[in-house]
């Protein structure tokens, strides 16, 4: 009797760990499929905005004692300026946009941006507090950290926002329109380049909002933009491409997976899991499991 | 000054060294329903993508109510005041009929982009205002009953039908319409030929592109016939139809 007890204590810990992780994928991916409904290309530098606002919001916090109300507002401004940047200085003015070209510079600017943050904020891993306190609360006999409760309302708000941004507002509207057939919006007067650098706006405010609430957790470094972008990515794939909601189902759904091959297997194997998931993905079903192969024929890769 | 609202002046685009439209002058008469027809591969819809912004000429001019469109993007042209349809249907498919009028109608709402996405939708009308005059535009062309159906779902006829009333929805001075009959039945056909003449009572002046014969002849005021990228003839339905190199074209010399 005890020992069902514990198993389910166990799989409910690892659970809670695992949507937690997860709900930051999903954030990742969220942002990977806003530019890609844009521009149809895979922003490597995903990654790295989520870096950069978790390592502002611990400058902010920690070294200038800001309020974690007004560091959070100030650090998503700052990171969506870096994204702002980042279209308008490299995406926007290369003459000949091809998918391969612009996924390259993406690559150049997440390397930059790596660096610059391993200037700026040095090579350590930084630590930064609880949005409110660390003391642990008890769920059904497992523990979970307000920290974690944080997350998951913020991944709820995003999604509803999201939701709402792109169903009722007339710029979300736009830009919906400019994903799906980019032509057709030109002449109803959308004005394309402007709707890209809003999607690189939006991806980096996602970016960083997971960037802020995770790093009390995880502790931020300059590096971990890669491995957080990859899983991503992963989410992005398995959701099926440019589907937002999908990715939210399949980063919660990763980052379980994650938890669990973590718990029951070892946890050496957490970061091979998310990929093996992906390259299966990719192998199998490319347009993701909640994605249309229809849709999928339609893109560019 | 002429009561033109679209002059072409020597207008040519190369590809290459392929030449698509070559020192072609045409005036549109403001006002009017003009046609453009001529074989397959003549240029027509070249030089509709010229006037829209989606292909610069390689030399000319394009002058819209006297504004030179050379090097100006679709979106401004849009904002000018020149719609478009396109050869084949160009909707958002995923987007609801309404929403697809809509994206159209944000042109002409007065907010701005960046002050519509700052605040929160229910501190402000715009998004109302739009659905509204998206409903009427809906109600114009009979599509009410389609409005929050999957514009992707809909029959050809009403694609068309649908794709048109976006273009009218930016409220365009000039509207291209490019094969607007092509693949409707008999019956659409028709409806379609009124529509267009309605849109003309509208003051807007209609450039067709058209291969029905019979629609153009019933419904233009003026044709332009094109060939290889010239224009080979101009005039009203009837002195088309009599005049001899159009005759040469259309059968083969």
Partial sequence: MNHTDGTFIDVLQFLILGIQRGSIYAMVAMGFNMIYNATGIINFAQGEFVVLGGLMMVTLTMAFNLSIVFSFILTVLFVIVVGILMERLTINPVKHPTVLRLIIITIAVSIIIKGVAMCFWGKGSHYMRHFSGTAPLEFFGATILPQTLWIFAILFFVVIAYIIFFNYTMTGKCMRACAINRDAARLAGINDRKMVMLSFALSAGIGAIAGIIITPIIQMDYARGAMLGLKGFGAAVLGGLGNSMGAVVAGVLLGVLEALGAGYISSHYMDAIALVILLFVLFIRPSGILGSSEAMRLKEF | ?253
Avoid: C, W
């Fill in chain 2, 1 to 253: 000054m002429s009561n033109s609202i679209l002059e072409l002046q020597l207008l040519r685009k190369n590809f290459g060294g392929v030449v698509a439209v070559s020192d072609l002058s045409l005036d549109i008469e403001k006002g009017s329903i003009t046609s453009l027809i001529g074989p397959n591969g003549a240029g027509k819809t070249t030089i509709f993508n010229l006037v829209t912004g989606f292909l610069h000429p390689s030399s000319g001019h394009i002058r819209f109510a006297g504004r030179v469109l050379n090097k100006i993007k679709p979106h401004t042209i849009a904002a000018i005041g020149i719609g478009r349809t396109f050869q084949n249907v160009q909707i958002f498919p995923k987007m609801s009929v309404i929403e697809n009028i809509m994206v159209g109608r944000h042109l002409r709402s007065r907010a701005g982009i960046f002050y519509s996405s700052i605040l929160p939708p229910f501190l402000r009308n715009e998004e109302k205002l739009i659905r509204a005059a998206a409903e009427k535009q809906l109600t114009f062309l009979e599509l009410e009953q389609y409005a929050h159906v999957p514009a992707g779902g809909l029959p050809l006829g009403n694609q068309r039908m649908l794709e048109i009333a976006r273009a009218l929805a930016i409220e365009p001075k000039l509207l291209l319409l490019d094969e607007p009959a092509s693949g409707l039945n008999a019956r659409e056909t028709i409806a379609m030929g009124e529509l267009i003449e309605k849109i003309k009572q509208m003051n807007i002046t209609v450039l067709l592109v058209e291969h029905d014969m019979e629609l153009v002849m019933d419904i233009s005021d003026h044709v332009a016939v094109i060939n290889f990228g010239r224009l080979i003839a101009e005039g009203s339905p009837a002195e088309i139809q009599e005049n001899d190199d159009v005759i040469a074209a259309y059968l083969g010399e």
